[in-house]
């Protein structure tokens, strides 16, 4: 079975900083992993996707993840914080069965 | 606009009510699924059709019923909820097989009182 685990249900970085929004899984194969970013009462929007082409991958917006099978991880950075990206974000791999529980991004001035 | 829509966008209902939330999705795919997102709590997958079937049922309660009755329509049906079952739900569509990416509808907010 596989499971998704988000670190840090909120973080806080201030306008300009690095934004790191963690993301592990669990699974016996390396899945395929996702992003997704949800303003207040929208539905979620797709950010990027690893399916094993590359793993280095960037999305909209400016963000980028790296998958790493030796840490399990599929990290989401953005190197500069802008006001419009706090929000909600979700990890979600395989199936969209699996979704993690998500971390709220604050963005101060 | 994502492709997929979803009926109405907010609804209030009380306890003895029936009514059906919908969704369209004009992108070709052949999975869809509903989601619950309640406040302070992770995404709940519900249900999954693949081909019109359903594959999946999250032990969602029977007071939920989905239908899906092409592989462009999703509804959910409600009847008798309570009011811990307000909450967005979320309609998603994919390509069936789990490497292709789900797209949302931008949810129905649902009221129970």
């Known amino acids: 079975a596989q499971s998704v685990t988000q670190l840090g249900s909120h973080v806080s970085v201030s306008e300009g900083a690095l934004v790191l929004l963690r993301c592990n899984y669990s699974s016996s194969v390396p899945p395929y992993l996702f992003w997704y970013v949800q303003y207040p009462n929208q539905g979620l929007q797709l950010l990027l996707k690893?399916?094993?082409?590359?793993?280095l991958v960037k999305g909209i917006n400016g963000f980028e993840a790296e998958f790493k099978k030796s840490e399990t991880s599929f990290h989401l950075t953005k190197p500069s914080a802008h006001m419009s990206d706090a929000a909600e974000y979700f990890c979600?791999?395989?199936?969209?069965?699996?979704f993690g529980g998500g971390t709220r991004l604050m963005v101060k001035p | 606009e994502t492709g997929v829509t979803q009926t109405p966008r907010h609804l209030v209902m009380g306890m003895t009510n029936k009514k059906s939330l919908k969704c369209e999705q004009h992108?070709?795919?052949?999975?869809m699924y509903w989601y619950k997102q309640s406040a302070k709590k992770p995404l709940e997958l519900m249900f999954v059709y693949n081909f019109k079937e359903q594959t999946e049922n999250n032990s969602v309660p029977s007071r939920f019923s989905p239908e899906c009755p092409n592989s462009s329509h999703l509804f959910l049906h409600l009847h008798t909820l309570q009011p811990e079952d307000s909450a967005l739900y979320l309609c998603a569509s994919s390509q069936a097989g789990g490497n292709t990416e789900a797209f949302f509808g931008q949810g129905t907010r649902l009221t129970v009182v």
């Open positions: 992108l070709g795919h052949n999975a």
């Open positions: 979600a791999a395989f199936n969209m069965l699996t």
């Open positions: 690893y399916t094993s082409a590359a793993t």
